[in-house]
């Protein structure tokens, strides 16, 4: 059996050849940049007042300003006017946050170190404090220049991207394409959600349960049913390796007699990669490509708390391209014995210490049927094959899905 | 001035009544729910078998099967079949995975437990290890009860809930209504993302940015721009007051000539509850209520920097109602210094240490105004009012803006 690092590997190795397009701004929120974003002019394009006040001038070979003095006030520069020109170097040039600083003037201060009054129908700026040359200026290009790099082609689109996107003018944005996908359950004993199932008869919740954790990464999936009818599956399943870049089956993929799902991917021209992974819960996990860059295949295990993890351990880092955050550790509040030489990805309840530290308490349930159990759980520690005990303290990997 | 934690409890004071709506389940990732799921009917609903194998009968009066026995086939038991009977005590049925219980049997043996075999048509099981009664199967209501509370009230939808509303045949939720939600920004020196800025211009970034943060946030907003226009800015602040649960304003709230946004708004009936909190960036972040239960203004400071910052402190925890996760903490890795008595909300760049604590590296910048910082960042530490040093290795609030 393949070990669930080595399984992740060749999941990851078999990602489709990125495909792009140019997208409104807007709609990039958590996209992938497919395309570098440069500097159009400084950051800022021009010397910027950075407090509301007055500037005022430092000439070489005059005295400079000092607390106590008065100065007249020769206008107001607005933001968003067109530079004001100090006509003489002892006056001022009342200002505004975000106004481009006066010609002719060298520092800002602020409204808190003036006393400002009006007199003859003039207005006068009496001086608190000694300004200093430079004060309160955010400088033209001090943060970045008009060229530089903002933001690599990789970069996963957060807030702050989309701000800085578009002050630099672009109102659209080449970003990865994001793949279709198809989200198909499988299984004679399921019925959909709005029927009434026989008492020997469940109710389909892998299907929604994925539709609903694509739509949370950003995804748009639709959702497909399909009976243990082989002939059935194969035709239904060609259409969809014909129309969709991502199939998502759940069920029959185990050792039962109508489990169908590998012999006709197979006979579909679905290359299989892997198939039983060395973990709990989870084993029966398949993964395969159509040959010539088609459809990646992830045929995940029917039990739901299974389809969930696998889901949120081989099918999210696949579709999350791109630079992304680093994984999360957690650490292991009881110790967990576990005999299986199997990774054991335990279901645990979260919990944020003084420090910062994901408290993480295992979660008895009753295996991989027992979905209800997720609800109190928020997420899995990933407990490695080998070691038959795992003590209280450990970190380990983990995966949460909760937000 | 108002102290950040005080401020943030006021905001939090006043949000609104809350509002109901049924939608589809699928729809219903990330919103919070607003009346109990119960179970149907018992968890698991029937004796599950949970592996492909044989059922067999441990039967009162009769010795129990053991190693080494071969069992004759009576039929295959499939998943969505009614259940089968097993007619002689010493007989197996063959059960997949998801089926019910055969009448009669009460143990699952594994394939990889037998040895399979046909003779005259007739098919055998050779028992490999002795049976235990009761063993591979998921018994009737062992994990919930028919009328268990399944999900409660204000419990914020995750995968796994909805996974559990489908099989519980709730095709539709009652969650809580989103607020209909407007941007807007003000301010002279801002044109369009598409437009050329003249060198005293700048772009508009705080309107993308918070459509963007809220749309990450599964909300829709509206975006709008008014200029330092007085009379402008109270007709269409009149006008969207009127159509919007709550307005986030960026700019026109510090002490310039034409920062007209509180006295407008309190010409507009918007009662202010806090302005200047005790904190940097976003000083000037001004906070007030229609009369009457109407909509919740936010006039957020202009500078990117402080907008970001006022957004993800005030405004996310206003609009995430229900049940979420715990506030993060992080790990301070430099000594910082700030000698103002005032919160300092310091950018940071976040790693993740072996035992799963966040490490956050300040990073130094130009202020508020320099929102090219914001990309090397991946949230804010929250430095307490009082103390002038923070020293390394201390754990502070975190708010963390990447997915």
Same mark, same amino acid.
């Given at each position: 059996?393949?070990?669930?690092?080595?399984?992740?590997?060749?999941?990851?190795?078999?990602?489709?050849?990125?495909?792009?397009?140019?997208?409104?701004?807007?709609?990039?929120?958590?996209?992938?940049?497919?395309?570098?974003?440069?500097?159009?002019?400084?950051?800022?394009?021009?010397?910027?007042?950075?407090?509301?006040?007055?500037?005022?001038?430092?000439?070489?070979?005059?005295?400079?300003?000092?607390?106590?003095?008065?100065?007249?006030?020769?206008?107001?520069?607005?933001?968003?006017?067109?530079?004001?020109?100090?006509?003489?170097?002892?006056?001022?040039?009342?200002?505004?946050?975000?106004?481009?600083?006066?010609?002719?003037?060298?520092?800002?201060?602020?409204?808190?170190?003036?006393?400002?009054?009006?007199?003859?129908?003039?207005?006068?700026?009496?001086?608190?404090?000694?300004?200093?040359?430079?004060?309160?200026?955010?400088?033209?290009?001090?943060?970045?220049?008009?060229?530089?790099?903002?933001?690599?082609?990789?970069?996963?689109?957060?807030?702050?991207?989309?701000?800085?996107?578009?002050?630099?003018?672009?109102?659209?944005?080449? &970003?990865?394409?994001?793949?279709?996908?198809?989200?198909?359950?499988?299984?004679?004993?399921?019925?959909?959600?709005?029927?009434?199932?026989?008492?020997?008869?469940?109710?389909?919740?892998?299907?929604?349960?994925?539709?609903?954790?694509?739509?949370?990464?950003?995804?748009?999936?639709?959702?497909?049913?399909?009976?243990?009818?082989?002939?059935?599956?194969?035709?239904?399943?060609?259409?969809?390796?014909?129309?969709?870049?991502?199939?998502?089956?759940?069920?029959?993929?185990?050792?039962?007699?109508?489990?169908?799902?590998?012999?006709?991917?197979?006979?579909?021209?679905?290359?299989?990669?892997?198939?039983?992974?060395?973990?709990?819960?989870?084993?029966?996990?398949?993964?395969?490509?159509?040959?010539?860059?088609?459809?990646?295949?992830?045929?995940?295990?029917?039990?739901?708390?299974?389809?969930?993890?696998?889901?949120?351990?081989?099918?999210?880092?696949?579709?999350?391209?791109?630079?992304?955050?680093?994984?999360?550790?957690?650490?292991?509040?009881?110790?967990?014995?576990?005999?299986?030489?199997?990774?054991?990805?335990?279901? &645990?309840?979260?919990?944020?210490?003084?420090?910062?530290?994901?408290?993480?308490?295992?979660?008895?349930?009753?295996?991989?049927?027992?979905?209800?159990?997720?609800?109190?759980?928020?997420?899995?520690?990933?407990?490695?094959?080998?070691?038959?005990?795992?003590?209280?303290?450990?970190?380990?990997?983990?995966?949460?899905?909760?937000?």
């Amino acid at each position: 059996m393949i070990q669930v690092s080595e399984a992740l590997s060749i999941v990851l190795s078999h990602r489709p050849v990125i495909v792009t397009e140019e997208i409104p701004l807007i709609q990039a929120i958590g996209r992938v940049l497919a395309e570098p974003v440069l500097a159009d002019r400084d950051f800022p394009p021009f010397d910027r007042v950075t407090m509301d006040g007055i500037a005022l001038a430092f000439t070489e070979g005059l005295p400079a300003p000092i607390a106590g003095e008065v100065l007249l006030i020769e206008s107001t520069q607005y933001a968003g006017e067109k530079p004001h020109q100090l006509t003489l170097a002892a006056n001022a040039i009342e200002v505004m946050t975000g106004a481009v600083l006066p010609i002719g003037t060298h520092a800002v201060l602020r409204y808190e170190d003036l006393d400002v009054t009006e007199r003859d129908g003039q207005r006068w700026a009496a001086l608190r404090i000694s300004p200093e040359s430079g004060q309160n200026i955010h400088r033209r290009g001090e943060d970045r220049r008009a060229g530089n790099l903002l933001l690599p082609v990789g970069t996963r689109l957060s807030p702050a991207e989309i701000a800085v996107a578009a002050s630099v003018g672009r109102a659209t944005l080449r &970003v990865q394409t994001n793949p279709r996908v198809a989200v198909i359950s499988t299984g004679d004993e399921l019925v959909a959600v709005q029927e009434t199932p026989q008492p020997y008869q469940i109710r389909r919740s892998n299907g929604p349960m994925l539709v609903a954790a694509l739509a949370q990464a950003g995804l748009n999936a639709e959702e497909f049913h399909l009976t243990d009818n082989r002939a059935e599956l194969k035709n239904h399943l060609h259409d969809l390796l014909g129309k969709y870049d991502v199939l998502l089956l759940s069920g029959g993929v185990s050792a039962g007699k109508k489990d169908f799902v590998p012999d006709v991917l197979a006979e579909l021209g679905v290359e299989k990669h892997l198939h039983q992974i060395a973990q709990r819960p989870g084993k029966p996990f398949w993964f395969g490509t159509k040959s010539g860059g088609g459809a990646a295949v992830f045929a995940l295990p029917g039990n739901p708390v299974s389809t969930f993890l696998c889901y949120q351990k081989y099918v999210v880092p696949f579709l999350k391209t791109g630079k992304n955050q680093p994984e999360r550790r957690a650490i292991l509040t009881e110790t967990v014995t576990f005999k299986p030489n199997l990774t054991y990805f335990v279901p &645990v309840a979260t919990q944020l210490d003084e420090q910062g530290r994901l408290l993480a308490r295992p979660l008895r349930g009753s295996g991989s049927g027992d979905f209800a159990n997720l609800l109190d759980c928020d997420g899995f520690l990933e407990l490695p094959a080998g070691p038959d005990e795992f003590v209280a303290g450990e970190a380990f990997g983990y995966l949460g899905f909760r937000v």
